[in-house]
């Protein structure tokens, strides 16, 4: 299996722009979870999606920010307008069962100018 | 709201020496407690799983336990290698929710 699959790996935009990641989990995996990693704030959860519904996404910051998973195998992290403070690591990360162990995409960097 | 704390926050250890990080959590309602490894600019690997009702797990040279009561987790390296120089992180669930650790960062001198 390839894995979690996080695109883009790096993203450099300007302030006000919109900014989408993407994730492929690993096939057969029913949940997914999108995390921002910070040096001031560590590894945060965002966002938890399970069979495809969202069911906490309490972590989520503000309305600039929206997620989704049209189907088992994409998910989408958009940020519209996206400020500097948004500069950070965002990893994707997928599991199966509700015991499991989560396994981590490699992440996207993004740097908001 | 659950805090993870972990010490200590650097380590700096001669090769061979068998180590021990902690882990602390302030709610001991939790499902699960995993340790995970992240190496610089990658994202996170998962080394060990302990459901609540478990002590300890084992992998190789891994030991990881956990003391639900007090709150408190470890994980034993045995015979350290260069190799396992590295973030480690800890983090529990609560069943939708995830709580990491700021990581302890260890550094394994040959």
């Known amino acids: 299996d390839a894995g979690v699959i996080q695109s883009p790996r790096h993203e450099v935009t300007e302030m006000g722009q919109e900014v989408t990641l993407r994730c492929k989990p690993i096939?057969?995996?029913?949940?997914l979870f999108w995390y921002r990693q910070t040096m001031m704030r560590g590894l945060e959860l965002l966002i938890y999606f399970n069979n495809n519904v969202p069911i906490d996404d309490s972590g989520m910051p503000e309305d600039r920010f929206s997620a989704k998973m049209p189907n088992a195998s994409f998910s989408t992290l958009k940020i519209q307008p996206s400020e500097p403070r948004d500069s950070a690591v965002y990893f994707c990360?997928?599991?199966?069962?509700?015991?499991?162990?989560?396994?981590f995409g490699p992440g996207t960097r993004l740097l908001v100018l | 709201k659950q805090e993870v704390t972990q010490i200590p926050a650097a380590l700096s250890v001669p090769e061979g020496e068998n180590l021990v990080l902690n882990c602390s959590f302030t709610d001991s309602a939790i499902y699960n407690l995993q340790w995970f490894r992240q190496d610089p600019g990658k994202g996170l690997t998962s080394l060990l799983l302990?459901?609540?009702?478990?002590r300890e797990q084992t992998s190789g040279r891994l030991n990881a336990s956990l003391d639900k009561s007090s709150g408190r987790s470890t994980l034993y390296i045995a015979a350290s290698q260069p190799g396992d120089s590295a973030t480690y992180l800890c983090a529990v669930s609560t069943g939708n929710q995830f709580y990491f650790g700021t990581g302890t960062s260890l550094t394994v001198i040959p």
């Open positions: 302990i459901q609540s009702s478990q």
């Open positions: 990360a997928s599991r199966r069962g509700g015991v499991e162990t989560q396994y």
């Open positions: 096939s057969g995996h029913n949940s």
